[in-house]
C-alpha cells in the first residue's frame, strides 16, 4: 500500500499526479484490450502504470470508472486530432448518414476502441449509476450530432415533418449498437447502409402520407 | 465445503439432484431481481438455495452460466403456461408487430423478467463463449420468430420483395434493445409504435422504388 498524502500540493506533486493519472488511463487502456474486461483488476492497471492500488482507488471508485475516463480522454483526443468533431453535411443525407455509420463500423470492429466500449455498455447496463454517466458523456454527445444532421435535413424538406428525430436516430445507431453487443450477425458496411436505406425510406418526406 | 458424491446415482439421488438444481435455478433467478447482478454471488444462490457452493461449480463455471439456463427454464416456462409460443398472425402486419414489441416493452419492466435478462446479455456481451450461447439459446429463437412473420407478409405482397428479413428484425428489435440496455430513454409502448410504423414505411411494398 502506497500512502503519498494526496493533500501535499506543491507544484511537482501536481505534475506527478497528472502523469499517474495519464499513466492509468493508458494502462486500463491497454489491459482492457490485452487480458479482456472480465479479466482486468485495479492491481494489473496499477502495476502496469507503475502507481500503488490506492492511487487509483483515491480518484476511481471501479475499474469501470478508470475505463469511463480513459474512454472520454480517448474520444476527446481523437476529436482534437482531427476526428470526427462534426457530422458531415454536404447536402446528400443517405451518403453523410452512410459515411458516419461506416466509419462506427470500422471503429467497432478495432478493439482499441470496441474492447473499452464494450466493456462499459455491458458494466453500465448493471449499474445504474456507472451507465446514466456513460449515456450521458459518452454517448449522447454522439446522438446529439446524429440529431442535429437530421434536423436541418428536416428543415430541407428532405425527411417528413412528422419525424420524430430522436427516434430516427435510436433506428440508426440502435440495430448496429445491438449488432455489435449481441454479436447477432456480422458487422458490416453493407448492413450500415442498407439500415440507412430503409430509415431513411421510413422517414422520407412523403412518408406521412403513405 | 458439502462433498456428496455426484457418481452415486440411485433413484434417489436424482430426484435430489432435480430438486436442487431448480432450486438453484430459482434462487438465481430471486437474487439478481433483490441485490442486481453485480452484487450477486455464487455463495449467495447456494446459501439461499440450501446446497454446497461446490454442488453449483459441478454444474456450472459461473453465477453467469447459472443465469442463464435459469433464463432458459423461465422463458420454457412461459411457453408451456400458454404464453407465447407462436408470432400472432391476424394478416395485420403492423397491429402483430406492434402487439409483440408492447408486450416485449412490458416485459423488459418487469424485473422478474428483465434483471436476468439484462444480466445475461451484459455478462455476454464481454464473455464472447456466453455471449453465442445467450445468443443462440435465447435470442435467436425469438428473432426467428419475427422473421417468419415477415417472410410471411412479403409472400402476401404486404411487403417490398426485395426486404433483408434478417435486417428488418434486427431493425424492429435493435432500438428496443439499444433503449432498454442503455437506458437511452423511456421504454414505452408509443415509442414501440412509432418504431413498428417507421421500419414499415421503410419495407413498404413501394419502398424499393421509392
Known amino acids: 500500500m502506497t500512502s503519498k498524502n494526496p493533500d501535499a500540493k506543491a507544484p511537482d506533486a ?4 497528472e502523469r499517474s493519472r495519464q499513466a492509468i ?7 482492457v484490450g490485452e487480458v479482456g474486461y472480465n479479466r482486468l483488476t485495479v492491481e494489473a492497471i496499477a502495476a502496469r502504470a507503475g502507481v500503488g492500488k490506492q492511487t487509483i482507488y483515491r480518484w476511481w471508485p471501479s475499474k469501470a470508472a478508470v475505463l469511463l475516463d480513459a474512454s472520454l480522454a480517448l474520444s476527446g483526443k481523437a476529436a482534437d486530432e482531427g476526428g470526427w468533431t462534426g457530422f458531415p453535411d454536404t447536402g446528400d443525407l443517405a451518403a453523410d448518414l ?7 463500423v470500422d471503429e467497432l470492429s478495432d478493439e482499441t476502441y470496441a474492447a473499452p466500449a464494450r466493456a462499459l455498455a455491458a458494466a453500465g447496463a448493471t449499474d445504474p449509476g456507472l451507465g446514466a454517466r456513460f449515456t450521458e458523456q459518452l454517448l449522447e454527445p454522439q446522438l446529439a450530432l446524429y440529431e442535429e444532421r437530421l434536423r436541418s435535413a428536416r428543415e430541407a424538406g428532405h425527411i417528413s415533418p412528422g419525424t420524430d428525430l430522436r ?12 449488432r455489435w453487443l449481441l454479436r447477432t450477425g456480422p458487422l458490416t458496411h453493407a448492413f450500415a447502409d442498407e439500415v440507412v436505406d430503409r430509415v431513411l425510406a421510413g422517414i422520407a418526406a412523403h412518408a406521412d402520407t403513405a
Open 14 to 17: 501536481s505534475r506527478r499526479s
Open 25 to 31: 488511463l493508458d494502462a486500463a487502456l491497454a489491459l
Open 98 to 104: 452512410k459515411a458516419v455509420m461506416r466509419a462506427t
Open 167 to 178: 427516434v430516427a436516430v435510436e433506428m440508426l445507431v440502435g440495430p448496429l449498437t445491438y
